[in-house]
């Protein structure tokens, strides 16, 4: 895991309605060829993630989906072809949010190679 150097006050959480309080920020790389989930971030303890970004690009048709360590689904499934993926771009409100004491996890339905990348807060 790496630090990032994005401003605390440029994360938005709008529930709240302000900022998001200080976390640590981390990337994780995405290298899967399984099926199933495999988790990505691990679980901290009264803690939830914050995905700001993500990027998926798979080698083969595949459908893919990014879920917490329980199998609840945040995005997807998403299908891609040969080659395909997405970019998203950085969200200072986040893409989602895995509830306190969760994991970040990919779920692919192919054993071929999946790859790329997720930035996100743990706050």
């Keep these: 895991m790496s630090a990032l150097a994005i401003p605390y006050d440029k994360l938005w959480n709008p529930s709240a309605g302000g900022p998001i309080s ?3 920020y981390g990337s994780a790389a995405i290298n899967v060829s399984a099926i199933g989930a495999t988790l990505i971030v691990a679980a901290v303890a009264l803690r939830s993630i914050w995905v700001l970004s993500y ?3 798979t080698t083969a048709g595949n459908s893919v989906t990014l879920e917490d360590s329980t199998g609840v689904v945040y995005r997807g499934p998403m299908p891609f072809i ?3 993926g997405i970019a998203t771009p950085y969200n200072a409100a986040g893409h989602f949010r895995i509830p306190v004491g969760r994991g970040l996890s ?3 339905t192919s ?3 999946t790859g790329g990348g997720v930035c996100y ?3």
């Design 22 to 24: 200080p976390g640590l």
């Design 55 to 57: 990027e998926i690009v």
């Design 82 to 84: 040969a080659n395909g």
């Design 106 to 108: 990919i779920g692919c």
């Design 111 to 113: 054993a071929l190679q």
């Design 121 to 123: 807060v743990v706050v």
